[in-house]
Every structure is written in structure tokens, then in C-alpha cells.
């Protein structure tokens, strides 16, 4: 298993939390953005830039990832694209999406970008908080330990 990181958007806490992770579980972990981003030097953190443009960096994570990887992102139809391919994707808020919630997800998220663009005055994501920075170590966390237990024929 491989961490890929959408790293454009992604919170510097939630960076941090999985340099700490790579360091921890020794899971490469690649950071793939459009801009060069200072990383830690570690044999297990990979930093990958791709030409800036509209869903470049997407585009590679989609490529590069296997099934089984883990993505982080925001981004609902990358997350969508990389479940469709076997992946899994952690959002840095902490969710999960997986391939009984992903079509939700990305349901909303065509009808509030519809709403927006008729002119509906429709308020972005929540402050990212305390309680997310949490949520999201903990979902990681828990995700790294299930896929330990998968990768040593310990089913849980």
C-alpha cells in the first residue's frame, strides 16, 4: 500500500499528521501538487510535481494509484475516480469514501456547484478545526491498522 496525497489544497496539520505516518509505518507516502512543497527528508516522503492546469494533478494520482492505496483529497471526483479504480480515499476531515458513499458524495456535490452557478448563495466547507485535525489521525490511523492486519492475511 502507497499514501497519495492531493497536495494543492490539503492543510499543512494534515501534512504533518502523515509525515509523522510515513515515518511511523513506513508507508511511502508521495505529496503530488503543481508547485514544488518542502517535505521532510525521509527515504519513505516523495514529493511529485506535475505542470500546473485543470486536474493535472488528479489526473497522475489517478494514474499512479493501485488498488489497495489509500488518496487523500478533497477533491469528491477524484475521490470517485480512485474508489472506481480500487483505492480507497480519505478526505482531511476524516471521511472515508468508499464505494457505498462516493455516488452520494458526488451527487451533492453536482447540486450545490448547479446552485452556485444559478446564482444561489450557498456557503463553502466549515472552517477546518481542531476536532477535524483529530478526526482525520484517527481515521488514518484506523485505516493503516485494518490494511496491516489485510496485508498479513489477518482479516478483520
Known amino acids: 500500500m502507497k499514501i497519495w496525497v492531493d497536495a494543492d489544497a490539503c492543510p499543512v496539520v494534515i501534512k504533518e499528521i502523515l509525515f509523522r505516518a510515513a515515518e511511523r509505518t513506513k508507508i511511502t507516502t508521495t505529496l503530488v501538487a503543481n508547485q514544488f512543497l518542502r517535505t521532510p527528508a525521509s527515504p519513505f516522503i516523495k514529493m511529485m510535481t506535475v505542470p500546473g492546469g485543470f486536474d493535472v494533478a488528479d489526473a497522475k494520482i489517478v494514474d499512479e494509484c493501485e488498488a489497495g492505496d489509500l488518496v487523500i483529497t478533497a477533491d469528491i471526483p477524484l475521490a470517485a475516480l480512485v474508489v472506481t479504480k480500487g483505492a480507497h480515499a480519505l478526505n482531511p476531515r476524516g471521511e472515508l469514501y468508499t464505494e457505498a458513499n462516493i455516488k452520494e458524495r458526488l451527487a451533492m456535490r453536482n447540486l450545490m ?24 489521525a484517527a481515521a488514518l490511523d484506523s485505516f493503516i491498522a485494518k490494511a496491516s492486519f489485510i496485508t498479513k492475511g489477518l482479516k478483520t
Request: no cysteine.
Open 113 to 136: 456547484e448547479e446552485l452556485r452557478g444559478n446564482g444561489v448563495d450557498i456557503s463553502g466547507p466549515a472552517t477546518f478545526h481542531h476536532g477535524d485535525r483529530q478526526a482525520f
